[in-house]
């Protein structure tokens, strides 16, 4: 349909086939990707997929239509699965506000942990790195959420297209510049519509604050990554503001209408089944 030659037709120049790096993120992440990536290897183009050896859903054993590169990490399938549980767990059952923040907030902390090693396996890996530097792709395909996909890209010096939901804190709505004043857009944990009270605007304003230090810790290892990988100082969200295009699973139905840039598309309901349209 008409979303999914968006999604060719800006990830790659012209209607030639190309070569299509694909760094996806684990969990349901992978679930919302894997049938993007299953019909670009069917229009033609060469799609590698590099995945972990462990991993809840990117099974390299799975029978597929493109190229997948694994790399080994350190820890075993039990241990993901505790950490996942945990995760979960900390977002759905049952507490209080503030007891939902702290839960949530060191369970991300730990998850992000976990996947930050992941990462930092496949950019160590010189085979793998090496193989991927003579490839000489055309563009990578990533969901960013972690920054990996955006490591990567950037140490490549190759293209990104990501492919999103969204990020906590804002980051992407600072990374392309988008305008998001704490008077207008709700922020993290807080029931607000658009259109709130004094009151409410001045709790927002004072969330939107502490996201600043709410964040910077989920990202602070990729940031030490990327200063060990490219020699100087570079935060999360200046890594995602070199992303060439933005594929966000959303749409104004259900989101806050705001202003966005010519660099990102809205496809939301891609992930739908598709379904015979009603006669006339």
């Not at 990117?58 to 995760?87: A, F």
């Not at 930092?120 to 563009?139: G, H, I, T, W």
């Not at 490591?151 to 990374?175: K, Q, T």
């Not at 989920?218 to 990988?229: G, H, R, S, V």
Request: hydrophobic share 40%; charged share 20%; aromatic share 12%.
């Amino acid at each position: 349909g008409t979303q999914m030659f968006l999604v060719l037709a800006l990830s790659l120049v012209l209607a030639e086939a190309g070569k299509i790096l694909v760094v996806p993120q684990d969990g349901s992440h992978w679930l919302s990707m894997r049938p993007v990536v299953e019909k670009l290897q069917q229009k033609g183009h060469k799609v590698v997929v590099v995945v972990p050896s462990t991993s809840l859903y990117m099974k390299s054993k799975e029978p597929q239509n493109y190229t997948v590169k694994v790399y080994p990490i350190p820890y075993t399938d039990e241990y993901l699965d505790e950490m996942l549980k945990t995760y979960v767990n900390a977002h759905f059952i049952e507490q209080s506000v503030l007891n939902v923040v702290l839960t949530s907030y060191q369970s991300t902390i730990e998850i992000s942990s976990v996947f930050f090693t992941n990462c930092k396996s496949l950019l160590q890996n010189e085979e793998l790195m090496q193989y991927l530097k003579e490839s000489k792709f055309d563009v990578v395909f990533t969901d960013p959420i972690l920054m990996c996909g955006p490591l990567v890209a950037e140490y490549l010096s190759v293209p990104s297209v990501y492919f999103l939901r969204g990020f906590p804190c804002g980051m992407d709505f600072a990374a392309t510049q988008c305008p998001s004043p704490p008077s207008y857009v709700p922020r993290l944990f807080l029931d607000n519509s658009d259109s709130m009270t004094f009151s409410q605007r001045v709790k927002n304003m004072l969330v939107h604050l502490l996201e600043l230090f709410y964040c910077k810790p989920i990202y602070d290892n990729f940031e030490e990554l990327a200063y060990e990988i490219f020699k100087k100082k570079v935060t999360a969200t200046e890594l995602l503001s070199h992303g060439s295009f933005w594929l966000m699973r959303y749409d104004f139905v259900f989101e806050f209408p705001r202003p966005v840039m010519p660099n990102m598309a809205f496809i939301g309901g891609i992930n739908c089944v598709q379904k015979k349209k009603l006669s006339q």
